[in-house]
């Protein structure tokens, strides 16, 4: 079958396009399928499509594109198909211009079914779309969830189409209910979460792990008020929220009055998730609302045990609690989460074999299951629909003929994965990489010194993949960021060089990893994927080093807390001093010895009246200078994450933060 999903930007993040390029995927094994996406945000996605799955896009957004003109919440030209249909659009509302370029592609398209994501997607479907292909709307939200005008849309396209596929059970009842006398078929078939290509969660980080998106609905402030309660319990456990959007300025202020900077951090979007979760020891989800729950199946798939709010409609549908999860009563707010949180905090065993089973219960949604359901339900709506496009049967012919997605002459791809002496494996797709002899290049970003490391790859045997260890007892990485490149030739000369590509990082054996210390000094590596897309290497090498543990807000004072390491040794003894350093300026700290730790105490007074970016150094009893900077653990850039409350004093604005060094500075605004 040939086979189109319409949705509004494959270029953004979100459930409704991982559910999307996961289920794409396993359809393209056996059909022809394609992607029509509404707008275009950026060049490439942000989530991975399976190769075998083309994206058209259809109005190009990027920044000076010429579609980008007139278009947002009140176009210059009003769309004329939704006139007569009035709600909140978003961002950007239909527009003259969505209804043309819509409505040629529904009327061009050579497809046996259409399935739209969302109400202005169903819409066109309904109005602009041909009899000739099978016209399915999903729900990826719930009825109940949606607006009264959003509402009053989706349901007046649904009645318009041949099926309405709901993600949750109770969904597709409410809908039925709602339908009632409309010859719309009205279905549930689940999302789908294709097995982790991880390894599962080794479950001993003490890392409780959410995603998705900051938005109200999610309720992290939930979680963020159950961790807060939970917390001095349970003094070595962290929280970690992955995701991009709104409500980000407001949780992170919730988690500074909770006190709460040094253990819980908001982490950004990240992509592929399955490489964060496996950081985690528990996941949470603390929503008033799921319409499936995607994040739990991924979550159990990648060996998480899940604690989830009992809301409408998918949790109670994906977990039987106390059996492969736990469910806290909606009802009961961040109290009754952090009631449920608790016994898995406490209970390694507990958390193991909720996990197991959990695992084992979200096969279920392999994506090959819910492809398999949609297929019965094509051929059982539109029996007459054509088999031009299904790849079924063609066999070994087929096989040998699947697209692999690697372009000749592309660029090479691969994966990076930290060990736990904080050495890297790079291990790089075979279908990527040159014929002949290859060249793996490190190479050090702006460098008047143009410095490289040149390793020779195994040479490539067919598709599989080509991998090499980075040693760390023999190679050293200068301080600063390493841009990997696979090059032809051998290292004495080789040729062409191109950047590679990330198609996955796992960094999970760093998580709670210190700096490394050894004859050369005080080193980390963080392996990172850019924001386009390429693999880097941060590199950190210091002859000593003083690593944040820890840093206290009070009313008149920082409090800071580090460990040094390195040339200068432990903090055995007096004679160590702390200052702070600003241009010319020079202050004395508070400085006192504790235990492995250094306890460096920053008065307001003392630097309120220089206002700019105050570096914290230590001197060693033998006057050797050491920066206070945290650079172990697994993220590559703390100037996000790990972000701490400011304070007003002495008549200034006085906050600490981490540099692109990840050097501590004290920043003084008058």
């Not at 100037?639 to 003084?668: C, E, M, Q, S, Y």
Request: proline letters at 7%; aromatic letters at 4%.
């Amino acid at each position: 079958m040939k086979i189109v999903f319409l949705l509004n930007n494959a270029y953004g993040v979100g459930g409704t396009i991982r559910s999307v390029a996961n289920l794409s995927a396993a359809l393209a094994e056996r059909h022809d399928v394609r992607i029509a996406s509404l707008y275009r945000s950026r060049t490439t996605p942000s989530l991975a499509f399976a190769p075998g799955v083309r994206i058209t896009p259809l109005i190009d957004l990027r920044p000076d594109a010429a579609d980008a003109a007139g278009q947002g919440p009140e176009p210059a030209e009003p769309s004329a198909v939704f006139a007569d249909l009035p709600m909140n659009y978003g961002r950007i509302a239909p527009s003259g211009l969505s209804d043309r370029r819509m409505g040629d592609f529904l009327a061009k398209v050579d497809a046996d079914v259409v399935i739209s994501t969302r109400p202005v997607l169903n819409v066109y479907l309904a109005r602009l779309g041909q009899p000739r292909y099978l016209r399915i709307a999903q729900e990826h939200l719930t009825h109940d969830a949606r607006s009264r005008r959003a509402r009053a849309v989706q349901l007046a396209a649904a009645r318009e189409l041949d099926a309405l596929v709901c993600v949750s059970r109770r969904d597709a009842e409410r809908y039925a209910e709602a339908l009632r006398g409309s010859p719309v078929r009205v279905v549930n078939v689940p999302n789908c979460s294709p097995a982790p290509s991880v390894p599962p969660a080794a479950g001993d980080s003490r890392i409780i792990v959410a995603a998705g998106r900051l938005a109200p609905v999610k309720r992290y402030d939930r979680l963020i008020d159950a961790f807060a309660e939970l917390a001095p319990e349970f003094p070595d456990w962290q929280l970690r929220i992955y995701g991009r959007g709104a409500e980000r300025d407001a949780l992170r202020r919730r988690i500074g009055a909770h006190g709460l900077h040094n253990r819980a951090r908001l982490m950004g979007a990240a992509s592929p998730i399955e490489t964060e979760w496996v950081k985690g020891a528990v996941a949470a989800v603390s929503s008033d609302a799921e319409s499936f729950g995607l994040t739990l199946v991924e979550a159990m798939r990648c060996g998480l045990p899940v604690v989830a709010t009992d809301c409408p409609h998918g949790p109670g549908e994906i977990i039987t609690h106390g059996e492969n999860g736990v469910l806290s009563p909606l009802p009961g707010g961040s109290a009754a989460l952090a009631a449920a949180l608790r016994p898995l905090l406490a209970d390694e065993a507990l958390r193991r074999g909720l996990a197991a089973r959990g695992r084992a219960s979200a096969a279920a949604y392999a994506p090959g299951v819910i492809a398999a359901r949609y297929e019965e339900l094509f051929h059982a709506w539109a029996p007459d629909a054509s088999t031009g496009g299904s790849r079924r049967g063609l066999g070994a012919l087929w096989r040998l003929r699947r697209p692999t997605g690697i372009r000749p002459g592309g660029r090479p791809r691969g994966l990076a994965e930290s060990a736990a002496d904080g050495g890297l494996r790079v291990s790089l797709d075979g279908r990527s990489l040159p014929k002949g002899a290859g060249t793996l290049l490190l190479r050090l970003r702006h460098d008047p010194g143009g410095r490289e490391l040149a390793l020779p790859l195994p040479r490539v045997r067919g598709s599989r993949r080509v991998e090499l260890t980075l040693d760390r007892e023999t190679l050293e990485l200068a301080e600063g960021r390493w841009d990997l490149f696979v090059a032809t030739g051998l290292p004495e000369a080789p040729g062409r060089a191109r950047r590679v590509a990330a198609d996955q990082v796992r960094q999970a054996a760093l998580v709670h990893a210190p700096p490394r210390v050894d004859g050369r000094g005080v080193s980390a590596w963080i392996p990172y994927r850019t924001k386009d897309g390429n693999l880097t290497v941060r590199a950190w090498l210091r002859p000593a080093h003083a690593e944040v543990d820890e840093v206290l807000l009070g009313d008149d004072a920082f409090t800071v807390r580090v460990t040094p390491a390195g040339a200068v040794g432990g903090p055995s003894g007096a004679g160590w001093r702390a200052v702070g350093e600003n241009g010319g300026s020079v202050c004395d700290l508070g400085c006192a010895v504790d235990g492995d730790q250094l306890v460096v105490t920053i008065p307001f007074d003392a630097v309120a009246a220089t206002p700019g970016d105050w570096r914290l150094a230590l001197r060693a009893p033998d006057g050797t200078a050491v920066a206070a900077a945290r650079i172990g653990g697994d993220v590559a850039d703390r100037r996000a994450t790990d972000v701490f409350p400011p304070r007003d004093g002495a008549g200034a604005a006085l906050r600490l933060r981490f540099t692109l060094d990840h050097d501590l500075v004290l920043t003084v605004d008058a």
